[in-house]
Structure formats: C-alpha cells, structure tokens
C-alpha cells in the first residue's frame, strides 16, 4: 500500500483547508484509513480514521466539529476537512493504513505515506 497526502499549506487562524490522502495497493489493507499529525514538539495525535467498506467514521474528541473525514470510493482517497484552524492546530499531516477493520491505536496501522505539513498563523 503507498498512501500520499497533500493539501497543506499556511493558512491563517479561522481558516481552513482539506487535506486529500490518495491510496494505492489492495484493497484488504486499507480496512481502516487513519489520520494522524505530529507536532513541532514532535507529539504525534490522533486525528481520526474511517472504515474503508462502510464509511463509519471516528474523530479525536477534541477535533468533533471542526474536523471531518470522509472517502471517495472511486478515486481511492480519503479526505480530511478542517474548518476553524487554530495555531495548534499546526504540525504535519499523516494518512495511515490498517488492514484491520478494527485499527484503533497507531500500532495497528501498518502503511504510512511522509505527511503534509500544515501552519496555522494567530
């Protein structure tokens, strides 16, 4: 599986951006597609993940809101909404693959593309 993401860039406090993380490989490892970032500290967070087959989708507690994830079947990506930027909201962006439909910790996901950073000016 090779996943690449992209779509960052700076955008100011209040803004937004989506984020686009196109998948290629089989099918039975993307089960589940998560998004991660990490931090100028280095700290890496969850975002959120969607299950490939059904679309059901989970989003980090402290993102529901502000942030969405959905997929697009026919082109193979998985999107990444973020509305109401904030300057924490600053680091880059990962997109993650799990052949487990039932991925939920960051152990569990197997195929990582490089990120896109995105910065977020006060």
């Known amino acids: 599986v090779q996943l690449q993401a992209y779509g960052g860039g700076l955008v100011q406090s209040g803004g937004y951006l989506r984020l686009t993380c196109e998948i290629s490989g089989r099918a039975d490892d993307r089960a589940t597609v998560g998004w991660f970032r990490q931090t100028p500290e280095k700290i890496r967070e969850f975002v959120g993940r969607i299950k490939w087959t059904t679309g059901a989708t989970y989003h980090a507690d402290s993102l529901k809101g502000r942030f969405t994830i959905a997929r697009d079947n026919v082109e193979n990506m998985v999107l990444l909404q973020m509305n109401g930027l904030r300057p924490e909201d600053t680091a880059r962006y990962f997109c993650?693959?799990?052949?487990?439909?039932?991925?939920?910790?960051?152990?569990?996901?197997?195929?990582w593309g490089p990120g896109t950073l995105v910065t977020v000016s006060s």
């Open positions: 993650a693959s799990s052949h487990s439909s039932a991925a939920s910790s960051e152990v569990d996901y197997v195929w």
